[in-house]
């Protein structure tokens, strides 16, 4: 019951993220548009599916990564590495890095949802104010930027902690 919940705490995130954006570059058509992969004709069905539900759909699947690619501001080669004979993404294959590093930022962002801001209520939030996705850090950058505060808060105005180094204040 608890990786069901995972997957679908995965799934609903990355739809949050993805559908919008896709409602943005896609001109309405009549009907669903079949599963597509780079224009070129169906997708065919996912394979080698470790966080993701092995039954997942293409549509679906593609949704979800083109929310990741959109929140992370990268193409597929990013992730997947691209076939030297048929120049198209081999979905499968693990070859790169990142695609496990992708893997491994799924299951944190269910992690800090399901186990911290599951407990966290804020009466006034709408529902992709109260969880993590991709989106939260990365902010269309592979990598994060740094998150930098404005000045007026660099050394904890608030009494917050000083920075790591820094002196302790006089009491």
Known sequence: MQKKLFFTGIFSAALVLSVPSLRAQTPPQAGPPPAMHDHHGPMPKPT????????????DLMKIMHGFAGSLGVKCSFCHVIDMQTHHPNFASDAKPEKQIARTMMRMTHEIN????????????????????????????????????????????????????????PE
């Open 48 to 59: 080698n599916l470790q966080v993701l539900p092995k039954d997942i759909s293409p549509d």
């Open 114 to 169: 399901e186990t911290y801001l599951a407990k966290v209520t804020v009466p006034d939030a709408k529902p992709d104010q109260t969880h993590v996705s991709c989106g939260t850090c990365h902010r269309g950058q592979a990598i994060p930027a740094a998150f930098v505060p404005p000045p007026e808060h660099e050394h904890g105005m608030h009494g917050g902690i000083p920075p790591a180094g820094a002196p302790p204040k």
